[in-house]
Structure formats: C-alpha cells, structure tokens
C-alpha cells in the first residue's frame, strides 16, 4: 500500500470510515448477525454514490478493489441487498450527524450563501410514478454553503413547491451557529426572515425587490463586493449535480431525502481532500 500510495478513492474510504465509527455503533442491536459493520455499510453505500453505481455495479467494483477492503476490513464481500436494506435501515438522522462531522475538515468562514436547485425523480417508471401520483418530478434542494472553501453545510429537501421564504428560515435555525453572514438574492427577500436572522446574530445581506425609491437606496447600501460571492452556491449544486448525477435512483420519497444528503457529505469529503 505505501509503494503505490494513497489514491483520493482510498482516502475517501478511509474518512468515511473513521467519520462512520464516531456517529454510528459497530452493530444496529445486539441480536445482529455481525457479518458486517454499519461502517461498512456506510462506506459502501458512500462509494456506491461517489461512483454512481447501483447496487450491483458498486459490489463487484469492490471485489476489484483489495486495499478498499483492506481499509474496511472486509473478508468478504456483501450481497447487494445487504447494502440496500442497510440503506433502508439507517436513518435520516444518522446521516446528518455524518454530514455535519465532515465539517471539521474545513476552515469554516462564517461567511455563508443559500440557493435551491432540483434533482430529478424521472429515474423512477412512467408506471410507478402514475402508479404513486408524483405529480411533481423534482425534488426541491436547498443548500446552505460557505463561500470560502465551498463545502456545504446544511440541506434542506422537498417534494413540494414551497417557496424560498419558508424554506430559509429552516436552514438558518438548523445551522445557526455556522453563520455569521448569509447571503441571498430577491427571492429570499422577506423582513420576517431579516428579523429572524439579526435575533439569531446572522447578518443578512438579502436584496430587496425594488418597488419603492427607499428599497432602492437599500438595496445600492449593500456590500457588493460580498454579495457577489454568492454565486459560490450555484457552482458547488453545478459540481454536485456533474459528478453524482442530477437524478435521484431510490423510488420512495425518504430514500430519495437521504440519497441528495449522501451526496453532500460524499461531495464534502471529496473537496476536503481536494484541499489538502
């Protein structure tokens, strides 16, 4: 291994595998059969994204992969439906305590921008999603990200048309104690969320939609030279979407809610060793 050093897959591998040790236990209950480690599971389903393969496709990758095994001290390979109903286990929860441990890799700023953007749900079949009335074929993705070195730092997932304005407040509440400055367009433009913010110690530099002279002298009042980083979210959902796929593969709306959340900390970890 020290001949060939350390490829970014096997670093990536490594992370994930000690991040996974810290937020979850060896076992899901003590009547497990303990051939495998939620670790374990965690990384494969981490790699199965990072490489966008289905289940099959990241199982007999692995097979090929000696010092990835060696990382997870695997003897033997899982079935594929082990890993699936690993996922199906593992709650939401458990995932963002993953998420927000990778954080520790980064020099957080303070500074922070908050953008949507859609994941498509097409990937499901014209029967099933009749079959389950998804009226809508996009999931509604926010992300709360820090303009310095771009990792993102909250998520927020719907399946509904919900506006900017209600979903905001959400992120900022969750992710208070990261923020120092947030940074938005007119669409986030709202004085509720202003006020939540400045009782929260955040200080906003939101646009206001100028229908009056005085929301235009406010508006010329802004830090533009701050304010246009904010573009900074736009390119790291651009980065998620290109390297691990603009659609979402699970078929049930929680799976899909975990799956966007796997692809931040899977894109989290890869800019942090990027970084280093």
Request: aromatic share 8%; proline share 3%.
């Amino acid at each position: 291994m020290n001949e060939l050093g350390k490829s970014r897959l096997l670093e990536f591998a490594s992370a994930v595998h000690k991040l996974a040790r810290q937020a979850v236990p060896a076992y899901s209950s003590k009547f497990s059969k303990k051939a495998y480690t939620q670790p374990q599971h965690i990384v494969i389903i981490c790699l199965k994204v990072r490489e966008g393969k289905t289940y099959e496709g990241i199982i007999d990758l692995l097979i090929e992969m000696p010092r990835i095994r060696e990382v997870l001290d695997l003897d033997e390979v899982p079935h594929p439906s082990t890993i699936c109903k690993a996922f199906q286990r593992l709650k939401s929860v458990v995932w963002r305590v993953l998420h927000l441990l990778t954080l520790q890799f980064f020099d957080l700023s303070g500074i922070t921008d908050i953008d949507s953007s859609g994941h498509e749900r097409a990937y499901a079949s014209q029967y099933y999603t009749r079959r389950e009335k998804l009226k809508i074929k996009q999931l509604k993705c926010t992300l709360l990200v820090d303009v310095e070195e771009n990792p993102v730092l909250g998520v927020h997932i719907t399946t509904t048309r919900k506006h900017d304005t209600k979903i905001g407040p959400k992120i900022v509440e969750r992710s208070a104690d990261l923020i120092d400055v947030l940074l938005r367009d007119k669409g986030f433009d709202d004085q509720k969320y202003r006020e939540l913010c400045r009782e929260l110690g955040i200080r906003p530099i939101i646009k206001h939609r100028e229908f009056t002279g005085l929301q235009k002298a406010w508006n010329a009042r802004q830090d533009e030279e701050l304010y246009n980083q904010r573009n900074q979210n736009e390119s790291v959902n651009s980065s998620i979407k290109r390297k691990y796929g603009s659609y979402v593969r699970s078929k049930i709306w929680y799976k899909q809610f975990r799956e966007v959340i796997v692809k931040c900390i899977v894109y989290n970890l890869d800019r942090a060793i990027q970084l280093s």
